[in-house]
C-alpha cells in the first residue's frame, strides 16, 4: 500500500510484524482492540510525507506478530517490554534515544505505560480515545466496571478465556470484528448472550462511512486467520495491570502531551470521565499535557474517522519538538 514496507523483527522473545514508512524522527504507533497496523494507514502516509519516519507494529496477539497461550503474557510489562525491544532495534539509543508515540484505544492504554516505566524513551505523546487513568488503590478494575455497567458489559464480558470466543465463532469472528469497529454512539457496549449485537445474522453489517469494503475485508479476514483471543487477552489483565501498576501510586506522566476524543466517543461518556479530563484532574496527573481536545460529532474511531485532521494535529505537535 502507497510504499509501505513491512517486515518481522525479534523482540522480547517473539517475532513482531511491523509496518513503516519514510524517513525523519520516529513516530511510533499503537493501535487498540480490535484493530491492526492497518488502522494508521492514513497517519503512516500522511506523516511520512510530512517527513517523519512512521512505524506501526501488530502488538503481540494481533496480526502478524506472535500470539501466546497463556493469558498472563499480555500484561502491560510484557508490551511495554516488546515496544523497548523495537525501539532497540529499530531506533537505538544512540542514533535515536527519544521517539514520538501516538496511541488509540489499548494502543494509548500501552503508551501511557510506556512513559510511565520508561519516560526517558518517549519524546512526546499524542495519545487518542483514553486519557490516562492513574493506579487508585480503591478501585479495581473489572469489579468497578460491573458495579457500574453490570455483567453484560463488553469488558466484562471479555473475562472468562473461551466463552466469548465460542460466541464470536457462532457468526463469525470476521463479522464480530467489523460489528465492533462499526460501534459508534457513545453508549456503552453490552454484549448479551445470545444477542450480541442486536441483529439478525442474515443482514450486513452497517460499515461506518470511513470504513470501505476493502478495509472491512482486511480486518475480517486477518482476524479469520488469527483469532481474536490475543487481542481479548489484553482484557483479561485490567486487574493484573493495575496491581503491577501499583509502585507507580500519584506517580506523574512526565512527557509532553497531547489528546484527542470525540464526543461520541463511548469512553468520554463514562461516568466522571468529562469531568475528570476537562477540570482540573488529567491536568494534576499529566503536569505537561498541553491540551485535551473532544472533537464534535467524531467516536471512538477518531484517526479513522477524521485522518486528514488528526494527522495535521499530529504534525502541528511534533514540529514542535524538531
Not at 443482514?203 to 481474536?228: H, M, R
Not at 490475543?230 to 489528546?259: C, H, M, T
Amino acid at each position: 500500500m502507497d510504499g509501505i514496507q513491512h517486515k518481522t523483527v525479534i523482540v522480547n522473545g517473539i517475532n513482531m510484524h511491523i509496518a513503516e514508512k519514510g524517513e525523519g524522527p520516529l513516530i511510533l504507533f499503537l493501535h487498540g482492540f480490535p484493530e491492526l497496523w492497518y488502522s494508521w494507514r492514513n497517519q503512516i502516509n500522511g506523516l511520512a510525507a510530512l517527513g517523519y519516519r512512521a512505524l506501526a507494529p501488530d502488538l503481540r496477539g494481533y496480526g502478524g506478530t506472535d500470539a501466546p497461550d497463556s493469558v498472563a503474557d499480555y500484561t502491560c510489562c510484557h508490551v511495554v517490554g516488546d515496544l523497548i525491544a523495537l525501539l532497540d532495534t529499530v531506533a537505538p539509543p544512540e542514533k535515536e534515544d527519544k521517539v514520538f508515540v501516538v496511541g488509540h484505544d489499548w494502543g494509548a492504554i500501552i503508551a501511557w505505560y510506556l512513559c510511565l516505566f520508561r519516560p526517558d524513551r518517549v519524546k512526546a505523546l499524542f495519545n487518542l480515545s483514553v486519557p490516562f487513568i492513574p493506579y487508585d488503590p480503591r478501585f479495581k478494575p473489572v469489579e468497578t466496571l460491573k458495579a457500574f455497567y453490570g455483567k453484560d458489559h463488553y469488558i466484562v464480558r471479555f473475562q472468562e478465556p473461551g466463552v466469548i470466543e465460542a460466541e464470536f465463532a457462532e457468526i463469525g469472528v470476521g463479522r464480530a470484528v467489523l460489528e465492533l469497529l462499526s460501534y459508534r454512539v457513545p453508549d456503552p457496549l453490552y454484549l448479551p448472550k445470545g444477542n450480541l449485537f442486536g441483529y439478525p445474522l442474515d443482514s450486513p453489517v452497517n460499515l461506518p462511512p470511513w470504513l470501505s469494503e476493502k478495509d472491512a475485508d482486511c480486518y475480517a479476514t486477518q482476524f479469520q486467520i488469527t483469532g481474536i483471543t490475543g487481542a481479548l487477552n489484553y482484557y483479561r489483565n485490567f486487574d493484573r495491570n493495575w496491581e503491577l501498576s501499583a509502585p507507580w501510586w500519584k506517580s506523574q506522566i512526565k512527557v509532553p502531551v497531547k489528546f484527542a476524543m470525540g464526543d461520541l466517543d463511548l469512553v468520554y461518556t463514562m461516568p466522571g470521565m468529562k469531568d475528570y479530563i476537562h477540570n482540573g484532574g488529567f491536568k494534576r496527573d499529566v503536569p505537561f499535557l498541553e491540551e485535551a481536545l473532544a472533537i464534535n460529532g467524531v467516536s471512538h474511531w477518531i484517526h479513522q474517522e477524521i485522518p486528514d485532521q488528526i494527522n495535521q494535529l499530529l504534525f502541528d505537535f511534533f514540529s514542535k519538538f524538531h
